[in-house]
């Protein structure tokens, strides 16, 4: 298959068609952001959004980042290619961009990604293998942050996803823990409360407290690796 990287910079059809042919295909609802929030966020700079399309300009895979300036940190929000395209090289080629050129331009913290635990998610036609997907962030150098994440509520009317991972892929030396192998937690919490979060995102039910505890490591995070699903925390509702 013939096929190019587009970064796209402006509201118009192809930024549609990301939205509508691929990201929207590709996840449940609760996880899945607003055309609205995209839309916004490529016009204000904090969200970036690269395709990939074939030989016709048609839209087949997305990388989608939510650039968040206070922490300096960088969050792949979605790494999407729609059902029918997968593992054609789609998704390495978009991987490849984010590991590049986002890189560059941004020179972010740290860049992190949520990705489904697969012993908490079941694999489907729609939304794809999350074993598949742990294995290919896993041949890319990513691993997980040892804490119970949760993805918050991401507008009124959907609920906290459980049973995510948020895993590390790039990592500036400053933000090295005490300890080898790990994250100061400073740089997690800066980017969760000062940034991603909204306010309300923690409160004092289990889930919450159990993730604050986990954050609550001056000697650092450990970085576990992806090869292992077994050994990695499970969050989930009280």
Known sequence: MTMRVVHVQDNGPLLESLYTDVLAPSFPPDELETAEWLRSGVADGTVLATAAVDSDGAAIGAAI???????????????????????????????????????????????FAEIEH???????????????????????????LDIPYFQPSLRPGSGRVYGLLLAVFSLAPECAGARAGT????????FLEGGYYQETALGLDPASLALRRA???????????????????????A
Do not use: C, N
């Open 65 to 111: 980042g939510h650039w968040l300036p206070g922490a300096r940190t960088l969050l792949l929000t979605y790494l999407a290619v729609p059902p029918g395209s997968r593992g054609g090289g789609i998704g390495g080629l978009l991987f490849s961009e984010v590991t590049g050129t986002w890189q560059k331009r941004l020179r972010p913290r740290a860049t």
């Open 118 to 144: 697969p012993l908490a998610h079941s694999a489907s036609a729609d939304y794809g293998d999350p074993s598949a997907r742990l294995r290919f962030y896993a041949r890319h150098g990513a691993r997980a």
């Open 183 to 190: 994250v100061t937690p400073d740089l997690v919490r800066s």
């Open 215 to 237: 954050l609550d490591r001056p000697e650092g995070i450990p970085l576990l690796p992806l090869t292992e699903p077994e050994r990695l925390p499970v969050s989930r509702p």
